[in-house]
């Protein structure tokens, strides 16, 4: 009888310690099948990373300003210019148009002087001559195109551009794609340019080549 009863207790202790066994080892298995992939945890951190201005893939270093310019898509979406998160010029806003679109910001404070866009189908050049002409040194130039900026084009405002630093200004044509910041206080070629030709071979709108993102950091007081 006692010996009954002893083999019925080693046996439920045999059945506990198995069972704990079994649970210790589905425990652990369990924590390393559902333990997070490391790039789930990079997105958690990214999604605490603080907005960059004007959308920047990167944000700016101290005392540089951001900027982000688009041209047109073809002549149905038009351009925009964000500069320092400010959103001077833009469809949103229905301040822009077919031609030139153009932001003057103070290149020492940032503040935004004047923004205008210019007709370079069917409208008057000398309208462009004379603004660009009143740009001073303490300016920044921020340019997108949109649907035509070449029409209207001739050699006084082809020049004036390349005085702000264009290196394309001089072949710009038309429907060709067009961004660009600039100012009259750069000794070489601006850095902050692209330029896209019409072409029927490579455009990827019919008639208009794709649009320009053009997007940077522009050092405070520089120019």
């Known amino acids: ?14 059945v506990l ?7 210790q080892s589905y425990i652990s298995f369990s924590m390393k099948t559902i333990r997070l992939p490391r790039w789930l945890g990079s997105v ?13 893939s990167k944000p700016c270093p101290n005392n540089f300003f951001a900027f982000k310019i688009l041209s047109g898509a073809a002549n149905v979406v038009g351009p925009s210019i964000c500069f320092e998160d400010r959103m001077i010029m833009s469809p949103v806003k229905d301040n822009v148009g077919r031609g030139l679109n153009i932001a003057l910001v103070n290149g020492s404070t940032g503040m935004v002087l004047r923004q205008s866009y ?7 050049p000398m309208l462009l001559v004379k603004f660009l002409k009143e740009i001073t040194e303490d ?29 394309y200004a001089k072949q710009l044509g038309f429907r060709d794609s067009w ?21 029927p071979d490579t455009n990827k709108y019919e008639g208009w080549p794709e649009l320009l993102e053009l997007e940077g950091c522009v050092p405070q007081k520089v120019f």
Not at 7 to 14: E, G, M, N, Q, Y
Not at 17 to 23: E, L, P, Q
Not at 44 to 56: A, F, G, H, I, P
Not at 180 to 196: C, D, M, V, Y
């Open 1 to 14: 009888m006692r010996i009954s009863v002893l083999l019925r207790f080693l046996t439920l202790i045999f």
């Open 44 to 56: 958690s951190k990214e999604s605490r990373v603080v907005k960059t201005k004007c959308d920047l």
């Open 17 to 23: 310690i198995t069972s704990w066994i079994i649970i």
């Open 139 to 167: 300016m920044l130039v921020l340019v997108a195109s949109y649907d035509d900026p070449g029409t209207k084009m001739n050699d006084e405002i082809r020049a004036l551009f390349a005085n702000l630093g264009s290196s």
């Open 179 to 199: 961004v660009f910041l600039g100012t009259r206080a750069i000794k070489n070629h601006s850095p902050f340019e692209q330029f896209l030709k019409n072409n």
């Open 118 to 124: 210019f007709d370079m189908y069917s409208g008057d």
